[in-house]
């Protein structure tokens, strides 16, 4: 695999040594905003959306053989870890032409593009969007990502006959208002199977153990089970497994500032470990 980059929508980092069943995808580390956002809230709020990081923190993926897929764009421009159905009818200038169907967090205003952000809700535009805009998104961010995502996938499972894939993520320490666990002081690290659905339980409980060997607090599915791409892409019953990791953002920066911590060097050091760990797991199951 060579590594590829389609400008301000994604990258790949391919492997730096022999290849492995094993893939990484960061969907919200992206910061490359696209001239046509023009959002109304303040850029501090839209920022603080970002897995800010997470791209980095996960960095050494392709030096133990693991293709490592980024998105560039921002996730409340549109977000890739959405069904391209989640309109967001309260978004539009009209109506939307064909079937929609948002998700909870739509109602939240986190459908796949953004309509709120911040811990108070504040508005992202001072506008409606018309279709032809979203449609846009669709096309240039969604598709490809996803297009990306699948090859991957087929690929690997093509030439190992099974794959194991991590959809990587970061959380604000304490649960926000909207949260189902609103005000409560989250895990260092929440594993999402989707309660045992996109990946085996041994892959699951592998990856906590070896994260509660270093030291951490671990949750599985509470407060986060995983959205659209590990659902779209984890299927256990013909070897294709997908496994969503938050990493509580109060181990490695600052969540104001978004600057990296004293924990930073740790933290990505313990996640390396982890990659090295959960490539060893795949190999030992082919």
Known sequence: MMSEFLSGVLEVAAPRGAPVPVFFDSPHSGTDYPVDF??????????????????????????????????????????????????????????????????????????????????????????????????????????????????????????FGAVWHVNCHSMQAIGGSTAPDAGKRRADFVLGDRDGTTCHADFTAAVAEMLRRMGYRVAINDPYKGVELVRRYGEPARRRHSLQIEINRSLYMDEDTLERSAGYGKLKADVEKMIAGIVGFAKARL
Request: charged share 25%; net charge neutral.
């Open 38 to 159: 023009r959002p109304a809230a303040a850029m501090s709020l839209i920022r603080k959306a970002e897995d800010t990081h997470i791209d980095d923190i996960y960095g050494a993926a392709p030096d133990h053989g693991a293709p490592l897929l980024l998105a560039l764009f921002p996730r409340a421009y549109l977000d890739p870890n959405r069904d391209e159905k989640d309109i967001d009818p309260a978004l539009l200038d009209e109506a939307w032409p064909g079937s929609v169907s948002p998700g909870v967090k739509t109602q939240d205003g986190h459908g796949l593009i953004w309509r709120l952000v911040g811990a108070k809700g504040s508005a992202i535009y001072d506008r409606k969007l018309s279709v032809g805009e979203i449609k846009a998104r669709i096309e240039r961010y969604h598709a490809p990502y996803h297009a990306r995502m699948r090859s991957i996938v087929d690929g690997l499972h093509a030439m």
